[in-house]
């Protein structure tokens, strides 16, 4: 099967983390029909599009042999941001969006 951007998805389990803190992101590459593919051997890399911001670290892409590629992402600047991937140098169309808090999350207890 053959890799389409256009169809191809950007998954991140958690969209709030705080600085200092981890989440990891996956793109599941899918082929012109929108399946997904099973395989792997692409060259996939993650980035922030803009320059203000949320700012933080990507580690290396990893290739599961299984059509998905993940990268963990380390919030290192305050705010929002976000996030593309490419693959083959191809801009994938789906984002995602980061938010990095400097202060511990608390969540409020509805009562």
Same mark, same amino acid.
């Given at each position: 099967m053959r890799f389409y951007p256009a169809n /191809?998805?950007?998954?991140?389990?958690?969209?709030?983390?705080?600085?200092?803190?981890?989440?990891?992101?996956?793109?599941? !590459? &899918?082929?012109?029909?929108?399946?997904?593919?099973?395989?792997?051997?692409?060259?996939v890399a993650f980035a922030l599009v803009n320059?203000?911001? !949320?700012?933080?670290?990507?580690? &290396? /892409?990893?290739?599961?042999?299984?059509?998905?590629?993940? !990268?963990?992402?380390?919030?290192?600047?305050?705010?929002?941001?976000?996030?593309?991937?490419?693959?083959?140098?191809?801009?994938?169309? !789906?984002?995602? /969006?980061?938010?990095?808090v400097g202060g511990k999350l608390t969540w409020?207890?509805?009562?």
């Open positions: /191809s998805l950007l998954i991140m389990p958690v969209g709030t983390i705080q600085l200092g803190g981890t989440t990891t992101i996956v793109l599941q !590459a &899918r082929d012109p029909f929108g399946n997904n593919l099973t395989t792997g051997g692409l060259t320059k203000t911001g !949320a700012k933080g670290t990507f580690g &290396r /892409s990893k290739d599961n042999k299984n059509g998905t590629y993940t !990268a963990t992402f380390t919030g290192t600047l305050d705010g929002n941001n976000t996030i593309v991937a490419t693959v083959d140098k191809l801009p994938v169309s !789906a984002t995602e /969006s980061i938010n990095v409020a207890n509805p009562s």
